[in-house]
Nanobody
């Protein structure tokens, strides 16, 4: 059974940093592109960042480009999201996902497995 477990969320002041982790099990991690999505209260889930299987390509939403960095450690079956210069509008539940299809990584439908999410709250 595939499991994706996020950690590292919390409360931080604007301008601060957080590092999210997503530990994967039950799948051949290195065979999956991985993504991060977020959902703020009253809003639809949106793409944040993705990384290809072999770490050669990364993709970011315009809203986080230059502030967030996605990375992965295939030996640890873990994907990370380093978030710097956080803004109140970054407040959301952040979820990681594994892409089991060949669709573009910015599309939610590309992902076949999802974690439960971790709350990130940025205070002003």
């Amino acid at each position: 059974q595939v499991q994706l477990v996020e950690s590292g969320g919390g409360l931080v002041q604007a301008g601060g940093s957080l590092r999210l982790s997503c530990a994967a099990s039950g799948l051949t991690f290195s065979s999956y592109a991985m993504g991060w999505f977020r959902q703020a209260p009253g809003k639809e889930r949106e793409f944040v960042a993705a990384i290809s299987r072999r770490d050669s390509n990364t993709f970011y939403a315009d809203s986080v480009k230059g502030r967030f960095t996605i990375s992965r450690d295939n030996a640890k079956n873990t994907v990370y999201l380093q978030m710097n210069s956080l803004k109140p509008e970054d407040t959301a539940v952040y979820s990681c996902a594994a892409a089991g299809t060949g669709l573009p990584y910015t599309y939610q439908k590309a992902y076949t497995n999802w974690g439960q999410g971790t709350q990130v709250t940025v205070s002003s």
